[in-house]
């Protein structure tokens, strides 16, 4: 199950923020059902090929935010409510926007200079869009 | 049963032109261990110490409960060494070596064995003479995983090996873990292998231990900074910096002791955070010993 | 449970330099060989052969087996099994002495039983303590090996050990009983030969008894 992580040390995040959203993003699509059952710490550790330490804390954090519940005994599963795949989507588009602000701020716009930029940006996925379609 | 693989408590050892100064170590039970620093600092002097080769000046070592090197022959049962500066016998052949090993030590996997002889592509009848650099160290480490031993003692075992072949045995060292009795002991010039594989690391330059300690939380405490300086504006001495570099009006700050609040401080100050990085084990590394040769203290 | 990685070791050892044992072996019967020739120049020419190879042996056995396993790195592989320091000491007393008398002992049983068949008796005594001789000098060679650990040291002892021969073989045969003993037909073993036997047994003894102890307090391997 862990075999197709793909964890990069060039990737300049933690190796534990890159399993974070990896976990994430099967649980997004799907792929690990609310619910379902995940591989023990120490297990995705060594299918992944890294440290137990790392997947314990991307662990530690997922559960933090509501995606993964471990229980005593029985091991870890998916959270089993049904938002689950909508509370991260909703995690990531808030430090998406979070991003956003601060290199606004480093560029010195103002609030409704970014509204500006993000409505021009919306203007320009959804043109892409339609030409794809 | 002792929860501690591997402890070592004011160890000393004098030698005539280096010296072991007060090392204290401890690996957990379940858990693998990176042990880094420049050459000659001291990490091969401190894991013969270890297996009982060379007996410490002072200090204690107890590895898998053992006292060494008084109770080293109990203690070895239970150990797999392998050290960059081990030979084999090079006019016998592997196989040879297969059956010495398997002579001796009841633990001996056979069937494990011929896995890795397959996986490392190795061949039982071929003579060690006849072997590359990085099949002659996948054949030592053949010899020590095939026994499962309870402790794996590793002195550089991935140094020159080819990406493939470092691949190939990081890939059996994590297996390891599969059993949580076992545990991994190893040090490495190979800072992308501590990082990855490693639950704690410990750091030695010139005979004393730097920092030994968790490892995320280890590099969770490091981070550079990169700030744009306006003119007129001089940095405050925080917390938590071991150095400052600044050219012209960019300034890169390296933090050991990271706080959450060190950004702000600095916008306090006038500076502008340009971005807040992460430090690779390598650039911790180096930052690390810099530090230690120049006598600043923390 | 240990004594089985002892005794693998000194089977390990075995492995390793049967070879070199058995064509030594077979040379010295060779050499042998030329004395079934009988006349005087294969005779000794025979008998100079035959101490080469006992000599010859004495000094390879301790290099290639004792010094050669520092040089080449083998020591860690061995430091690494289930042993301690004394127990590799007496592995490697066990396989250096047990290979060089058992070889010694072939050798020496065949070049007498040969004597006895077909030459004056009277050479025989001066013959086994010739022979003592090499064995006493192989014991001292092989302790210094194991004890120095030292490449140079064991190089000297091969100096000495050679070089001392000729001298020692001088003392015994310029002593005129001795040397109207060895023309005779009947094995004389009188108290000379025997003190001189006794003091090479002495010395063999002594070599092995002082190896076991300083090995014994070694405190590091590497």
Request: aromatic share 8%; glycine share 8%; charged share 20%.
């Amino acid at each position: 199950m862990g075999g197709s992580f793909i964890i990069s040390q060039a990737d300049k995040r933690p190796l534990y923020l890159q399993i974070m959203e990896q976990i994430r993003q099967r649980i997004a699509v799907g792929d690990w059902a609310s619910g379902q059952s995940i591989p023990s710490i120490r297990q995705l550790a060594v299918d992944i090929g890294v440290s137990v330490i790392t997947v314990k804390r991307a662990y530690l954090e997922l559960e933090r935010d509501g995606v993964i519940v471990t229980r005593q005994g029985k091991g870890s599963f998916v959270a089993s409510d049904a938002h689950v795949g909508t509370r991260i989507r909703e995690q990531e588009l808030a430090q998406h926007l979070e991003q956003a602000v601060r290199s606004a701020a480093l560029l010195g716009l103002s609030p409704k200079d970014l509204e500006k930029r993000i409505r021009a940006s919306y203007d320009r996925v959804a043109d892409a869009e339609k030409e794809s379609v | 049963m002792n929860e501690l693989a591997v402890e070592l408590e004011g160890v000393c050892k004098s030698y005539r032109f280096f010296e072991l100064d007060d090392i204290a170590l401890q690996l957990p039970s379940g858990t693998i261990m990176g042990l880094i620093g420049p050459n000659g600092a001291g990490k091969s002097t401190t894991i013969r110490i270890l297996m009982g080769l060379v007996h410490q000046d002072r200090g204690e070592v107890r590895v898998l409960g053992h006292s060494m090197p008084d109770e080293q022959v109990a203690a070895k049962w239970d150990v797999g060494f392998a050290s960059d500066d081990m030979r084999l016998y090079d006019s016998l052949t592997l196989g040879w070596h297969m059956n010495f090993m398997k002579s001796i030590y009841e633990s001996w996997d056979a069937g494990y064995a011929q896995l890795l002889l397959k996986k490392f592509g190795l061949h039982a009848d071929q003579k060690i003479k006849g072997l590359s650099h990085g099949q002659r160290v996948k054949a030592t480490m053949l010899l020590v995983l095939a026994r499962r031993p309870k402790l794996l003692v590793l002195d550089e075992p991935t140094t020159a090996l080819d990406p493939v072949a470092r691949h190939e045995i990081l890939r059996e060292l994590t297996d390891v873990m599969v059993d949580e009795d076992r545990s991994i002991l190893f040090s490495s010039q190979n800072t992308q292998d501590i990082e990855q594989i490693s639950d704690r690391i410990t750091f030695i330059d010139r005979g004393r231990i730097i920092d030994s300690m968790d490892k995320e939380a280890y590099l969770d405490r490091w981070r550079r900074l990169r700030l744009e300086v306006p003119v007129g504006v001089a940095l405050p001495a925080l917390p938590g910096i071991i150095g400052i570099r600044q050219t012209g009006r960019l300034a890169v700050v390296i933090a050991n002791a990271f706080e959450a609040d060190l950004p702000g401080a600095y916008e306090n100050s006038g500076a502008r955070v340009q971005a807040v990085e992460n430090m690779t084990l390598e650039e911790i590394f180096v930052a690390n010993v810099e530090r230690s040769r120049e006598g600043v203290t923390v | 449970m240990n004594g089985s990685v002892v005794r693998q070791l000194a089977l390990k050892d075995w492995r390793l330099h049967r070879l070199q044992v058995i064509l030594s072996v077979a040379a010295g019967a060779a050499a042998l060989g030329l004395f079934q020739i009988g006349r005087e120049i294969p005779v000794v020419l025979g008998a100079t052969w035959f101490f080469v190879t006992l000599v010859l042996l004495a000094c390879m056995l301790p290099m290639s087996n004792v010094v050669n396993e520092r040089k080449k790195h083998n020591l860690a592989f061995v430091m690494s099994l289930p042993i301690s320091p004394r127990q590799y000491a007496m592995a490697k007393i066990l396989s250096t002495f047990g290979m060089f008398l058992v070889s010694w002992a072939i050798l020496v049983v065949a070049a007498v039983w040969l004597i006895e068949a077909r030459f004056p008796h009277g050479v025989i005594p001066v013959s086994v303590v010739l022979t003592g001789l090499v064995l006493t000098g192989f014991c001292l060679m092989a302790s210094v090996a194991i004890v120095s650990e030292s490449e140079g040291w064991a190089t000297a002892a091969i100096i000495v050990c050679n070089s001392s021969y000729g001298v020692i073989w001088y003392l015994i045969i310029r002593v005129p009983e001795t040397a109207k003993e060895v023309g005779g037909a009947v094995a004389v073993w009188s108290p000379r030969v025997l003190r001189i036997l006794a003091t090479e047994a002495a010395l063999v003894i002594f070599c092995l008894g002082l190896t076991f102890y300083l090995q014994s307090r070694k405190r590091d391997f590497i």
